[in-house]
Each structure stands twice: as C-alpha cells, then as structure tokens.
C-alpha cells in the first residue's frame, strides 16, 4: 500500500477543505498558533465543535496538544500532530500528516493520518500510521462519538427535478 494509492480510497476532497473552506470550522489555531488560547473551556464542550488547525499542508509547524487540550468533536490538524500527557478525544481526528503520540492519550472515535496524499504532496509511508505511540496510549473506535462530531458536517442539498418526503411525524 503506498500513499497514493491508500489517497484514492478516502471519500473525500482534502482539498476543498484545505484551500476552499469547505468547512466551516466553529475554532480556527493560526499556524504557529497557541491552542490554550484558542481552545473552548467550560460549558463550550457542551457541543462537539469542528476545529481547524492550518499548521500546513506545506511549510507548517507542528502543532502540540496535551491534557489542556483535552476534548470532543472534530479536529483537523493540516500538518503534523503531537499529543503529550493526559491527552483525551472522544471524536474524529483528522491529520494531514504525521501523528505522534507521546503519553497517556485515550482517542475515543476516529482517527486518520497521512491525507495530505489526497493533495498530491508527498508523505512517506511512516506517515500512513502512527509515527510513534509511546506511554500508555489507548485508541478505540467508538461509532456514536464520530456521528456526534460530524453532524454539523450534514448539510440537505436540493436537486433539479427532484423531491423529498421530509416532514415531521404528527
């Protein structure tokens, strides 16, 4: 499996998020940016919210979270993500790169490295998996947690010459 080839079945377009915004992101981390001064705290967990970091996809720095960045929804790490400490995620992690993890992380949902080939870069074969996992590091596939983090993805699109029965139960 090289990284091309593992690039074609991914279902969707890195690029439209990448460099047209085709998401719109509830947080946005500057590259170079300090996450503890822009991630939520509090009551703003409430919502699994969509954060973008734009650390890449070329020529970023990488991006490093540990048990203050702890949390939930989906995030989207342009470059390269490294998690230290008590690190905690229930969601979907996406990064376009390299993922290191270093800790006691517990990743409860999704996570998928290495789409920066969806943009035509070059990413080495290391770059498919996780780079490193040292300490204690838990990733488990939970269902319900990557739905919560991608409903506010879901959007109804009308179609020409179309029609849908979607209205509500009495």
């Given at each position: 499996?090289t990284?091309?080839?593992?690039?074609?079945?991914?279902?969707?377009?890195l690029?439209?998020i990448?460099?047209?915004g085709?998401i719109?992101?509830?947080?946005t981390?500057?590259n170079?940016?300090n996450p503890?001064?822009y991630f939520?705290?509090?009551?703003?967990w409430?919502?699994?919210?969509t954060?973008?970091?734009?650390?890449?996809?070329?020529?970023?720095?990488?991006i490093?979270l540990?048990p203050g960045?702890?949390g939930k929804g989906?995030?989207i790490?342009?470059?390269?993500?490294v998690t230290t400490?008590?690190?905690?995620?229930?969601g979907?992690?996406i990064v376009g790169?390299?993922?290191?993890m270093?800790?006691t992380?517990?990743?409860r949902?999704?996570?998928?490295?290495?789409?920066?080939a969806?943009l035509?870069?070059?990413?080495?074969?290391?770059?498919?998996?996780?780079?490193e996992?040292a300490g204690?590091?838990?990733l488990?596939y939970?269902?319900?947690l990557?739905?919560s983090s991608?409903?506010?993805l879901?959007?109804?699109?009308a179609y020409?010459?179309?029609?849908a029965?979607?209205?509500?139960a009495y």
């Amino acid at each position: 499996l090289t990284p091309a080839s593992a690039a074609t079945g991914i279902p969707f377009d890195l690029s439209d998020i990448v460099y047209r915004g085709a998401i719109q992101a509830t947080i946005t981390i500057p590259n170079g940016g300090n996450p503890t001064t822009y991630f939520p705290s509090g009551s703003a967990w409430d919502a699994y919210p969509t954060i973008l970091v734009r650390n890449g996809p070329t020529g970023g720095t990488a991006i490093s979270l540990g048990p203050g960045h702890s949390g939930k929804g989906l995030l989207i790490v342009f470059g390269d993500l490294v998690t230290t400490g008590n690190f905690s995620w229930d969601g979907v992690i996406i990064v376009g790169s390299q993922l290191t993890m270093r800790g006691t992380e517990d990743v409860r949902g999704a996570v998928a490295t290495g789409l920066n080939a969806k943009l035509g870069l070059p990413v080495s074969e290391s770059d498919l998996g996780i780079d490193e996992l040292a300490g204690n590091t838990k990733l488990r596939y939970n269902s319900c947690l990557v739905t919560s983090s991608m409903t506010s993805l879901g959007a109804l699109r009308a179609y020409q010459n179309t029609w849908a029965n979607n209205c509500p139960a009495y």
